[in-house]
């Protein structure tokens, strides 16, 4: 497993080649200029939140029919 890139630990398997979420969003920040930083009129995530969505259901192998 190679090294996190952002902080030299080992990385995760989950996150590679980061170690972690952290890791990987402050990749993504970088990557992105800083565009979490600036504010881009009203949030969106609020109209997100107001419709109903399907939540995706959880799939379990131990419950198999
Ligand atoms: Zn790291």
């Known amino acids: 497993m190679p090294a996190c890139p952002m902080c030299k630990k080992a990385a995760a398997l989950a996150y590679r080649p980061f170690c972690s979420k952290r890791c990987a969003d402050l990749d993504l920040g ?5 565009a979490y930083a600036i504010p881009a009129g009203p949030a969106e995530e609020d109209e997100d939140e107001e419709q109903p969505r399907p ?3 959880l ?3 131990d419950d198999a029919e």
């Open 30 to 34: 970088r990557w992105l200029g800083g």
């Open 55 to 57: 939540r995706p259901r």
């Open 59 to 61: 799939i379990s192998t």
